[in-house]
């Protein structure tokens, strides 16, 4: 969003940008559990294993960083547990949260992300809500949709990484394979392990790219792959949508010059209730 500041001078467009797509997910998905996850400053075990992690992606902006407080006073008003690890990234804790949402507490999770990482997260039971405009146009990837956009299933999501790299975390890959001969490699033989077993069978300079570059490989894969054993336990009952303080709310949007906002929580359908709960056999978890 544009910079906006309020009266005294806070720059709040990145608090106001969060806090309008929040109201409009709890508004639109209505989900029976929420949580949110964050990044923690500081190096992630990525870093440990190599310093080179991300060191090419531009830095967001200082002033994106000075409002992360007020976003997170934002969730805290809302009641909404927020999860967070030192030496972890938020996409380590959605992937761990979602594996117990799924394996231990048998609910369905939808993950809300930009971030097309977290395709390799897709299951039967964990899908990707990925805003295209907002939350009110939106792509939801489940295993059938990451197919169809990818002609890969979710689990071959970080094979593909690990050939094509990523320039935004700086992973390198296996120079000269970009995604249309990943995608080509993994459809014939599954898995990068599978590639490897079958070099044999690839000819030309592709096999001399792969051979030359099988440790960058599988380096690559390594780092592409999310975490899904975090030690953080998910308080599934923590998480579960319940009423809050209306008032909490509408005093940090005043205080934050929201008047729009404002004028949009009125309204807000506040389906924060036991009662849905108890009437809803369905139960949906969504991080």
């Known amino acids: 969003m544009p910079p906006f500041k309020t009266q005294s001078g806070e720059l709040v467009n990145a608090t106001y940008g969060f806090a309008s797509m929040l109201l409009d997910l709890m508004n639109i998905e209505k989900p029976d559990y929420i949580a949110v996850t964050f990044d923690m400053k500081g190096k992630?075990?990525?870093?440990?294993?190599?310093?080179?992690?991300?060191?090419?992606?531009?830095?967001?902006?200082?002033?994106?960083?000075a409002q992360l407080p007020r976003i997170k006073e934002v969730v805290t008003a809302f009641e909404i547990p927020i999860y967070e690890m030192e030496g972890y990234e938020a996409d380590d804790l959605l992937g761990t949260l979602a594996t117990q949402a799924e394996e231990k507490d048998k609910i369905m999770t939808y993950i809300v992300t930009s971030d097309r990482d977290a395709l390799q997260l897709v299951s039967e039971k964990t899908n990707v809500i990925a805003p295209v405009r907002g939350l009110k146009e939106t792509i939801v990837f489940d295993t059938s949709k990451v197919l169809e956009k990818y002609g890969l299933h979710p689990n071959q999501i970080i094979d593909m990484?690990?050939?094509q790299g990523d320039s935004s975390d700086n992973i390198k890959g296996v120079a000269g394979v970009g995604e249309k001969?990943?995608?080509?490699?993994?459809?014939?033989?599954?898995?990068?392990?599978?590639?490897?077993?079958?070099?044999?069978?690839?000819?030309g300079s592709l096999h001399n790219k792969l051979k030359n570059d099988k440790e960058s490989a599988f380096?690559?894969?390594?780092?592409?792959?999310?975490?899904?054993d975090v030690p953080k336990e998910l308080d599934l009952n923590g998480c579960k949508v319940h009423e809050y303080d209306r008032t909490i709310v509408e005093n940090l949007f005043l205080e934050l010059e929201f008047k729009t906002l404002l004028k949009k929580f009125k309204n807000f359908d506040n389906h924060y209730s036991q009662k849905r709960i108890e009437k809803n056999p369905l139960q949906s978890s969504l991080f």
């Open 219 to 228: 380096f690559s894969k390594k780092l592409a792959t999310i975490v899904l």
């Open 44 to 65: 992630t075990f990525r870093h440990v294993e190599y310093a080179e992690y991300k060191a090419t992606r531009k830095k967001a902006p200082d002033d994106l960083y």
């Open 161 to 163: 990484k690990g050939l």
């Open 181 to 203: 001969t990943a995608r080509t490699l993994l459809q014939k033989y599954g898995t990068l392990e599978k590639i490897y077993d079958n070099l044999d069978e690839i000819t």
